[in-house]
């Protein structure tokens, strides 16, 4: 299912990006080096993944990940407020449905961002991503529910964490393909001693 996943992200990435190429030929979208906002600062993304059981760490080694019978279909909206040459602060919204096996349930999720656009190779950009925020979740499934359960209470309010990298070409910056790990937890006792869900995601952002 994962390498499901991530081969629908490549292709739509470039199924999208194909039909511009002559176009971007004639136009710069290179990022301005200004310290007012970049010329994209709106940005609309999907993506789609699937829970595993273990801990946040181990999403970043998603090879040596058990994955649960839950997967995660989301949509997010981001808007910059800080942007000073390649690095952009802001916000963004997201919601989400959690399909298990058993039981689903929605989120939404709310958090403030940081990424760094510095990162250039040839014609690609690399651009690590990393957001914080608050998640609220309808109901459990799969392994977050065994997790709550161990709590003693259904919290539905937990920290929300949103790592990512993502991908785009210098000359067609509207487009990005990115992986996401996304996270809820207790924030080590701050709301909830429990490191609730992870999922391993890849996904589609536009910006404009």
């Known amino acids: ?107 939404i999720w709310g958090a403030v961002y940081g990424r760094y656009d510095g990162f250039v190779v040839g014609n690609f950009r690399f651009s690590p991503l990393f957001s914080i925020g608050l998640s609220y979740a309808t109901g459990t499934q799969g392994y977050e529910g065994e997790r709550m359960n161990v709590w003693g209470r259904y919290q539905p309010l937990l920290v929300y964490l949103g790592p990512e990298i993502a991908f785009s070409l210098v000359d067609q910056p509207q487009w990005e393909a990115f992986t996401r790990f996304h996270h809820r937890s207790g924030a080590y006792g701050l709301i909830a001693d429990m490191d609730a869900s992870n999922a391993v995601t890849a996904g589609i952002r536009y910006k404009f």
């Open 1 to 107: 299912m994962l390498r499901s996943v991530f081969a629908a992200t490549v292709v739509a990435f470039f199924c999208s990006i194909l039909p511009n190429a002559a176009q971007a030929q004639a136009s710069d979208y290179r990022y301005p080096e200004k310290t007012a906002l970049s010329e994209f600062d709106e940005a609309v993304f999907f993506f789609g993944g699937q829970f595993h059981k273990d801990w946040f760490v181990d999403s970043f080694t998603p090879w040596n990940a058990t994955f649960d019978d839950t997967y995660l279909i989301a949509a997010g909206y981001q808007r910059t407020w800080l942007d000073w040459k390649d690095v952009r602060i802001g916000t963004e919204i997201g919601i989400s449905g959690r399909i298990g096996s058993a039981a689903s349930s929605a989120e």
